[in-house]
């Protein structure tokens, strides 16, 4: 995808996270969740559009926002989304969670996935699956890791049928648990 193609992937995320823990746990009243999750969704894996490594499926049922190795997340941009709309009570707790992430990121060139998401109305279909076979492909030919973290326990086993393993849990005050997750190239 290119930049075209930002919002129908964007719309896709929001969807996808409708109902994600770390997600809701940030927004928890809807109309928060619908106001911010498109700004963190470009703050945070928006740089895939100009980098040619955001991917869909058919109809943006599926999307996949990969920054390949040395393209970062916009961290003034995430940083302005956290600032502008996570409540108060929470923010420190985010922001702790964020300096756990960074963390555990490989200190290896690495392709980092920030956000994977399908369609509720089509999960289920393999439209993950064929986003997680496609850009793998292009982490194994780059002779590269893949890094994630989990903001869904139930998504865990997915992520482990790709050659993921946990590296960890980042869990803060009330926060639910994310996983880091790494898969050596093959």
Known sequence: MDAADEDPAVETVVLAFAADPMARWTWPQAHQYLAAMPRMARAFGG???SNRSAFCTDGYAGTALWLPPGVHA??????AVV?????PAIAAEAAAIFEQMA???PTEPHWYLPLIGVDPAHQGEGHGDALMAFALAQCDRDHAPAYLESSNPRNIPFYRRH????LGAIQVGSSPTLVPMLRRPR
Not at 74 to 79: T, V
């Open 74 to 79: 916009d961290e003034e941009g995430l940083g």
């Open 163 to 166: 050659g993921f393993e946990p």
């Open 103 to 105: 963390k555990h990121h």
């Open 83 to 87: 600032e502008t709309t996570v409540a």
């Open 47 to 49: 740089r895939a559009f």
